[in-house]
T-cell receptor, first 113, second 110 residues
Framework: DAGVTQSPTHLIKTRGQQVTLRCSPK?????VSWYQQALGQGPQFIFQ???????QRGNFPDRFSGHQFPNYSSELNVNALLLGDSALYLC????????????FGDGTRLSIL | GEDVEQSLFLSVREGDSSVINCTYT??????LYWYKQEPGAGLQLLTY?????DMKQDQRLTVLLNKKDKHLSLRIADTQTGDSAIYFC??????????FGQGTTLQVKP
């Protein structure tokens, strides 16, 4: 039974570029949440997708956008990258929005030069 | 507002018990979680407790919840070197958004 999978594992971009990160949820899960973890910090909630709609959003600018597909997989897009966007981006999946615990993938390490 | 606080560092000897503490502010929290993060990895769900419970035990792990003081603790019995990691406390309401603390680095000395 595959857990949450994320791709790519590492990515290097330059300022001003755009990036797309991908996530496949754990089997049986229908909700995907994205978190940003800066070095030495706890993860910060970006947004949550359920039934292909953004249900909740954290305190992130609209340069951060996402999508959920009918098979429950999800993408995180970040436009106009800044140096401060360098972080580990974590995807978490769960069943029925907030009712069940969230299981995390291993993340995508994004470095901005 | 929502806030979760943890002490930053704990060092124990192998075989001792470890106790990691956490305080939170949101009284509407539904679930409280403990996650483990090893270097270069994502978060591993260790255990969680529903807000109407006082205690939960799962093998070497014991979670204690004092809802009045908004205090959560994780006790690891017979701590092993493989338990060395960063431990995150997190709270959520029934909307599912997780609020994390800064993490406690657990160092286990042989």
């Amino acid at each position: 039974d595959a857990g949450v999978t994320q791709s790519p594992t590492h990515l290097i971009k330059t300022r001003g570029q755009q990036v797309t990160l991908r996530c496949s949820p754990k089997s049986g899960h229908d909700t995907v949440s994205w978190y940003q973890q800066a070095l030495g910090q706890g993860p910060q909630f970006i947004f949550q997708y359920y039934e292909e709609e953004e249900r909740q959003r954290g305190n992130f600018p609209d340069r951060f956008s996402g999508h959920q597909f009918p098979n429950y997989s999800s993408e995180l897009n970040v436009n106009a990258l800044l140096l401060g966007d360098s972080a580990l981006y974590l995807c978490a999946s769960s069943f029925r929005s907030g009712v069940q615990p969230q299981h995390f993938g291993d993340g995508t390490r994004l470095s901005i030069l | 507002g929502e806030d979760v606080e943890q002490s930053l560092f704990l060092s124990v000897r192998e075989g001792d018990s470890s106790v990691i503490n956490c305080t939170y502010t949101d009284s509407s929290s539904t679930y409280l979680y403990w996650y483990k993060q090893e270097p270069g990895a994502g978060l591993q769900l260790l255990t969680y407790i529903f807000s109407n419970m006082d205690m939960k035990q799962d093998q070497r792990l014991t979670v204690l919840l004092n809802k009045k003081d908004k205090h959560l603790s994780l006790r690891i019995a017979d701590t092993q070197t493989g338990d060395s990691a960063i431990y995150f406390c997190a709270e959520s309401s029934n909307t599912g958004k997780l609020i994390f603390g800064q993490g406690t680095t657990l160092q286990v000395k042989p």
